[in-house]
């Protein structure tokens, strides 16, 4: 018998907050309020020290007995992993069922990128679409420990999405601050369903952030952006979940796309720690790849310097990853050069293609998505990675995110947001590549045939 609750009370014991900044390394209790260290500034890593003794084929034995389990707990792929987590056992749940996300196999995807196969996990089947729930259960569940009233985020979409939906189950009062006009329809579409206070901001993601760093000195207003440890947390277990998945066997490369670097930040957490605790024996390569109009982190990983240089007006039609100041940098740097993984940026135009690409497949995606089939291509042709490599993509959102750039590639009508660059309107313009326009027909038999004739015939020539 798997003493599964003892297991569980073992990790909260030695539940802290750690300041990651080395040189500072102060400590605080699970349950402070905090987003970053009240001493340097820094930002906090939830460490379990307790849990370091457990016995991995213990916890493989649990994990995998969960999987036939009815209880909410075990049916959330985030909660399924909850030794990994610092809440004690009765915390108040919220989920959705979140996680429990598909890893497909891609050979179109794999094909165009020069690698003999591919795999695809893809996030965007969580409940609102995107990998934001797995860190969104955690969050909220912690805002509802601490007692707070009011839940808010700075977002692009989809983090607003996903608060505004855990918020609403949660029973708690939901702000969503969204740079204006520059969110996709879907996702401010969501937050409105779900009942949020939807704010709409003058100004872009990196203003929106900025304000709500204020906001949250307000003690009955929790702060939920992946500067709070505990999103970090539940967007850790998708690590585990991928390796179980995989039978344990760890991916040579795990190539996520890079925009606030909450997510690399989480998986390379998630990853060390299985690490730490013996149920892996060596980490994969992280990979982060960023639009190119909005690509701090891979300019940072260019030069020589050690601290990030914000990007003052980011631009990317990836409006997901449209990011200049990313507040978790420090963290998925070190996440990077832990695993000796690398960091990249891609064109829009290498995007748009990547995302068709991945259509292809079957599977779609949203646009910052489509940014690590667009990397891996690219590392694969510079000879970084070799064609048998084993490769992870990990995509972020749902292709129903954002159908405006789908229908836009589509018909051609995709054009580069660099206005500035003094270009017209043609040479913005991004190829669809590898379109697939509508057709209009006449409702006769004849006219559909050769409606299917003539589809069947510009695919051959794309
Ligand atoms: N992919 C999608 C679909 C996203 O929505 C985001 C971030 C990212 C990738 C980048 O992840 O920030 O952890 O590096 N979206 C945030 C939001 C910023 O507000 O929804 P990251």
């Known amino acids: 018998m798997i003493e599964t609750e003892k297991l569980q009370r073992v990790a909260q014991a030695g539940a802290q907050q750690h300041c990651v900044d080395p040189a500072c390394g102060a400590r605080f209790e699970i349950n402070e309020r905090l987003y970053v260290c009240p001493n340097c500034g820094g ?109 808010v985020c700075a977002s692009t979409g989809n983090t607003a999405a996903s608060l505004a939906a855990y918020a609403a189950r949660a029973e708690l009062q939901c ?66 979940e991928l390796l179980q998945q995989r039978g344990w066997r760890v991916p040579d490369h795990v190539v996520v796309p890079g925009g606030n670097l909450g997510n690399s930040s989480a998986l390379g957490k998630g990853f060390k720690e299985l690490k730490n605790l013996g149920l ?58 832990e695993s000796r993984g690398s960091v990249l940026s891609v064109s829009e135009q290498e995007i748009a293609d990547a995302k068709a690409i991945i259509g292809r497949d079957g599977v779609g995606c949203e646009p910052a998505s489509a940014t690590t089939v667009a990397g891996i291509k690219r590392l694969v042709a510079s000879g970084t990675i070799a064609p048998d490599t084993d490769v992870v993509a990990v995509l972020t959102g749902h292709i129903l995110k954002d159908t405006d750039y789908a229908i836009n590639y589509h018909q051609e009508k995709l054009f580069t947001p660099d206005r500035s660059a003094g270009k017209t309107k043609r040479e913005r313009r991004l190829a669809g590549t590898y379109r697939n326009p509508p057709a209009r027909v006449q409702a006769t038999r004849a006219a559909i045939l050769e409606g299917l004739r003539r589809h069947e015939q510009q695919r051959d020539e794309a």
């Open 280 to 337: 892996i024996d060596h980490l994969p390569q992280l990979t982060v790849v960023q639009a190119e109009g909005a690509a701090p982190f891979a300019s940072l990983f260019r030069s020589d310097s050690d601290v990030l240089k914000p990007v003052e007006n980011p631009q990317t039609l990836a409006t997901a990853i449209k990011i200049g100041a990313p507040v978790s940098w420090q963290k998925a740097r070190r996440a990077v050069l």
């Open 175 to 240: 702000a969503i601050l969204v740079p204006r006009g520059q969110i996709s329809h879907a996702k401010l579409a969501q937050s409105l369903d779900y009942g949020a206070a939807v704010l709409e901001l003058d100004g872009n993601f990196d203003d929106a952030m900025r304000v709500i760093r204020e906001l949250a000195e307000d003690e009955s207003i929790y702060l939920v952006n992946s500067i709070n440890p505990f999103r970090i947390e539940g967007q850790k277990t998708v690590a585990a």
């Open 43 to 151: 930002l906090l890593d939830v460490v379990l020290e307790a849990y370091a003794g457990a016995d991995p084929e213990q916890l493989r034995t649990v994990w995998t007995s969960r999987l036939a389990s009815f209880d909410p707990r075990d049916r959330s792929g985030v909660w399924r992993y909850r030794e990994l987590l610092p809440f004690a056992a009765d915390a108040p749940i919220v989920t959705l069922a979140e996680g429990n996300t598909p890893i497909y196999d891609a050979p179109a995807s794999a094909a165009y990128c020069g690698l003999n196969a591919l795999k695809l996990k893809h996030q965007g089947c969580n409940p609102t679409g995107s990998f934001k729930d797995t860190g969104m259960t955690t969050a909220v569940t912690q805002a509802l420990i601490l007692g707070a009233r009011t839940v």
